[in-house]
Structure formats: C-alpha cells, structure tokens
C-alpha cells in the first residue's frame, strides 16, 4: 500500500468534490444551515442561551444535569454548537460520503485506477477524501462558533479555548463511524442518489431494529453510532471512555464491512 498515491487520490477526488455537484450537493445546505445556527447564537447571545426558556427545553430534550452542564458550566455558544453538530451529524455524512464508491463503481471507471494503484489504495483515497471534506465544515464552523462564543458568553478565554478544541475534537471522532458507514452502503450500490435514499432508510431501519431489541434484551444496544451520543457529553467519568470506545468499534465494523464489499465487487 502505497501513502503518496492514496494522498494523490484523495486530494484529486476533495477538490472534484467541492467544485462539483457531488460536493456541491452537501456544501450548499449545510452552509445555510450553519449560517442561520450560527447567526442565531450572535443575534441572541448568551443570556438567552442561560435564561430559565432555554433551561428548560433543554432540560426537556435531555435531563436537567446535561442542561446544566452544557449551558451553565461551560460557554453556551459553543454547547448549543456541540448539540446541533451531534444531532445533524447522521444527515450531512449521508449528503457528503454518500458518492464515496457508488457511481465510478457503477460505471466501472475505477478499472482505469486499477491499473496505476489497487483497490485498497481507492478505498481509502475516497475514504480520506468525505472525511475531509465534512471535517473542513467541521472546523470552520466550530471556529466562527468560538468567536461567537468569546464575544457573547462570560468565560475566560483559556477555558472557551480548551472547551472549543474538546468539543470539535470530539465532533470530528463522531463524523467517523458515519462516513464508513456510508463506505459500506456506497460499496454496494451503483449510483449516488441510490446510495444517498438506501443509506437514509437502512439507517432508520437500524435505529427501529436496536429500539426492539432493547425492549427485550436484558442490556441496551445501539445498532448505529447516535447511540453513544449522549455519552460525548461526559456528564459522568466514565462517559467519555465509554463513547470513544463505541466510536472506534463502529468504525472498524463499518469500515471492514464495506471494504469487504468493494473488494469482491466488479469496478
């Protein structure tokens, strides 16, 4: 396995990817989207992110200790951030990494690749390639996120600082299970409209099949990465760990699975 030619491919394949419709696809929305969070939190400030309403709807979608935790003890701004990124996070990988393999397998273009690199070299390429491209989004948006935060929410700037670099962190681990995910999905289809609507409902179908099975079996399962979710917020020790641990078992399945496909499939 060659490093240069997989930088090679997926530096090609990232800017195909954000001058094209198949970037163009996932840069547009989520541009507006984070747009209109982020003007949100510099029109209204942190003294709307801490009052009693917002106390309270938070408290109502989570428990009054991750309230707490997310609003009081650390900047606001940015925990607003950190929850919108978490829950979003399922629909914009499926936008970005849904064309990760589907249409050049589809057409088989991939055996022109075949002939100067092997297909764990595209696998990757194209793996490194969706990341970076959700992670740049990532990155600019959770910066504009900690200037909000450093001119609206009364902390000192060390301990935004520190949050800000935790919770992208974090954020940028949480992208990973879905984008191989993805992989796996677009390994086996043939188009990236195909791989996109699959993706979506094998997603939901996965989250019904772990809610059913959690009602009889003894220990709570999550089938997909959303349920270690709520553990990213570290409310208690042990949390963290316990997430990151789930983090990287969904990445290894998901990534072996899908390569396991793209392996045995005709490009």
Not at 9 to 33: E, M, N, S, T, Y
Not at 36 to 47: A, H, R
Not at 148 to 169: F, G, K, M, P
Request: glycine fraction near 4%; aromatic fraction near 14%.
């Amino acid at each position: 396995m060659n490093w240069q030619r997989i930088g090679i491919l997926a530096q090609f394949d990232l800017g195909h990817a954000i001058l094209r419709l198949k970037g163009l696809v996932f840069l547009i929305p989520v541009l507006f989207f984070w747009y209109w969070i982020l003007k949100l939190l510099l029109d209204n400030g942190s003294q709307w992110l801490v009052s009693k309403e917002s106390f309270m709807i938070t408290a109502y979608l989570f428990n009054p200790g991750i309230a707490q935790i997310l609003l009081i003890s650390h900047p606001p701004s940015l925990s607003v951030f950190f929850i919108v990124a978490l829950a979003t996070m399922p629909f914009f990988v499926m936008l970005a990494a849904n064309d990760q393999l589907a249409s050049d397998a589809g057409r088989q273009t991939f055996r022109y690749l075949l002939i100067r690199c092997t297909r764990a070299e595209i696998f990757l390429g194209r793996f490194i390639s969706s990341y970076f491209l959700i992670a740049i989004v990532i990155i600019f948006t959770g910066i504009l996120a900690t200037l909000i935060s450093l001119h609206n929410d009364n902390h000192a700037v060390r301990e935004t600082l520190e949050y800000a670099l935790q919770v992208i962190a974090l954020v940028l681990l949480y992208t990973l299970p879905f984008v191989a995910y993805m992989a796996v999905i677009s390994a086996f289809m043939s188009s990236a409209l195909s791989a996109l609507l699959t993706g979506v409902i094998i997603y939901v179908v996965l989250i019904i099949i772990g809610a059913y099975l959690n009602h009889y079996l003894p220990v709570e399962i999550s089938l997909v990465p959303s349920g270690v979710k709520d553990y990213l917020y570290a409310i208690k020790p042990d949390d963290l760990s316990y997430a990151l641990t789930g983090l990287l078992a969904y990445i290894c399945i998901y990534a072996c699975l899908g390569w396991l496909i793209f392996r045995r499939r005709n490009i």
